[in-house]
């Protein structure tokens, strides 16, 4: 999947969550904004309620969207059957997808009444989600292969070119130039760099070598941070995870109690 393809993809799915949500708001927006103690004698009680056709199916929805979301992307990582099947940040993106659009199903499912134990999986959902965010924010500060492979400090330094042999062979730039274009942009600083390039290459060329160099400077900040994103990932994990527990835990139970009380759906 190219990048263009892949910006589409993300967009999709962030257009689905989108509509979904502006339905939702659409179909229900007289109905929330009803006091709680007076809902039972608005039109769409019997429809929305949490029990009711829609919000109990908002519930179905949404806890099916969570529980495949979190299986499907775990699996993907850790049974070797299907470390082949398709790309890894795809897989992820989709576990995104699920995971925000479970979460906004189920608020609706409430009808924005929280209450009991399942307050406490609503929250741990809220934790999880908001998590997800800053994780998903790490994530992407760390470099990948085009797969999603975490790539390692070697792999990353060897991704660097011999800046002073490139400058001093191709574009033949003395030796002073050299040394400077090259603390610049171990200091990254792009200014500098082009101060000190601008007038000594044809135009072609420095654009050329700026394009190099600020490469050069892009893999050297990855460097700086990349021990520090890993390390923040795996703090990140030790909260992300409990708090997805919690929530499926309780999810779970809820489920299984309203079930045994009778409540049932369409069927």
């Given amino acids: 999947m190219s990048k263009g393809t892949h910006r589409a993809y993300i967009f999709t799915l962030s257009a689905i969550v989108l509509i979904i949500l502006a339905w939702l708001i659409y179909t229900g927006q007289d109905y929330y904004q009803v006091a709680l ?20 199916g908002y519930g179905i929805m949404g806890s099916l969207a969570l529980l495949i979301g979190v299986g499907s ?13 398709g790309v890894l940040k795809h897989w992820l993106e989709f576990h995104i997808f699920l995971c925000t659009l479970g979460p906004l199903l189920i608020l609706f499912h409430t009808a924005f009444k929280f209450g009991g134990i399942v307050a406490i999986s609503f929250w741990a959902m809220v934790a999880v989600f908001v998590s997800g965010i800053i994780g998903r924010f790490i994530y992407l500060q760390i470099p990948r292969t085009i797969q999603g492979r975490e790539l390692s400090l070697n792999e990353v330094k060897n991704m660097k070119s011999d800046l002073k042999a490139i400058l001093t062979e191709k574009y033949q730039l003395d030796e002073e130039t050299t040394r400077f274009t090259e603390e610049a942009a171990d200091n990254k600083n792009k200014s500098k760099v082009k101060s000190l390039l601008k007038g000594k290459l044809p135009q072609k060329d420095f654009k050329n070598a700026l394009k190099l160099v600020n490469h ?15 390390n923040l990932f795996k703090y990140w994990h030790v909260v992300h995870l ?8 309780i999810m779970i139970i809820h489920v299984v109690v309203v079930t045994i009380l009778g409540y049932r759906w369409i069927f």
């Avoid at 004698?41 to 429809?47: G, P, S």
């Avoid at 992307?73 to 099947?85: G, H, I």
């Fill in 216 to 230: 050069e400077i892009s893999l050297n900040k990855r460097i700086e941070r990349l021990n520090t994103m890993q």
């Fill in 37 to 56: 103690k007076e809902r039972f004698y608005h039109d769409d009680h019997q429809q929305l309620k949490p029990s009711g056709v829609f919000g109990h």
């Fill in 242 to 249: 409990p708090f997805a527990l919690i929530m499926l835990v």
């Fill in 73 to 85: 992307y775990m699996a993907r990582k850790r049974w070797r059957t299907l470390s082949k099947v």
